[in-house]
């Protein structure tokens, strides 16, 4: 997900950009320069650039000292784009982009919750919530392209998670690194290749696993028989809900 990848790009970058002693506008200033960079270096894909144009109005806003709201922001950051190039309506990348940080925005933090209460441990509470919320929202977007469910995606991004952060710091690390050094950067790209293999194998390995996918209808109708499923669950689960709270 691009915006997950700007955040461990942004996470490494800002801690350092303290220890050197700035502060204020020149931190903010930082960030910027870092977000554009890196959409630069990644490309600016639909979906990158919603993460970027996100990432531009969140920094902006801690400038003034406000702080960012998700889904405001998100529908900022939408309403722009759309605006700038109408045509992005018709992305996949784009609508898919939005719909899972909306389920990161919308359902995760509840789900996370939930799973606390179960003593489920922090970091796995809030893993599997926000990988599930976001395949929740992108599953109705997805099997109008595809026509299927992919029932081990889930496990498969929980299992890729824990590749993305390094592949993500250490590609880019090797970008500036070339641009320095050339050698220096090889020797980073050789080490960044590890955890990029590792996406891979996920990718690949589960691809193969009997059941990975399930033929679904596609289209408009797959898109509207999915969400009159999650309807369904939706008012087994509201009902079910006062019976828990009463016991």
């Known amino acids: 997900m691009s915006g997950e990848n700007l955040v461990f790009v942004l996470a490494a970058a800002l801690p350092i950009a303290r220890l050197a002693g700035l502060r204020g506008r020149f931190l903010t200033l930082t960030g910027l320069a870092v977000v554009l960079g890196f959409t630069v270096l990644a490309r600016p894909e639909p979906s990158m650039v919603r993460a970027s144009v996100m990432a531009l109005l969140s920094l902006l806003l801690a400038a003034i000292g406000r702080r960012a709201r998700g889904v405001p922001l998100l529908c900022a950051g939408g309403t722009l784009l759309l605006l700038f190039d109408p045509w992005l309506a018709r992305s996949y990348g784009f609508a898919l982009s939005l719909s899972a940080t909306a389920g990161l925005f919308v359902l995760a933090p509840g789900w996370q919750h939930a799973l606390a209460e179960r003593r489920v ?55 500036l690194g070339a641009a320095v050094w050339l050698p220096l950067g090889r020797g980073i790209a050789w080490l960044a290749q590890w955890p990029a293999d590792g996406i891979v194998a996920v990718a690949k390995h589960g691809a193969q696993v009997p059941g990975a996918a399930v033929p679904w209808p596609g289209g408009l109708a797959g898109s509207a028989a999915l969400l009159a499923v999650y309807a369904v669950l939706f008012l087994i689960s509201a009902a079910a809900a006062p019976r828990k709270e009463a016991r």
Not at 128 to 156: H, K
Not at 158 to 165: I, N, R, S
């Open 121 to 175: 441990p922090h970091r796995i509470a809030e893993s599997l919530a926000c990988t599930a919320a976001a395949e929740a929202f992108c599953l109705p977007v997805l099997v109008s392209l595809t026509a299927e469910i992919t029932p081990l995606s889930i496990p498969a991004n929980l299992l890729a998670e824990a590749c993305v952060g390094p592949a993500t710091v250490l590609g880019a690390a090797a970008l």
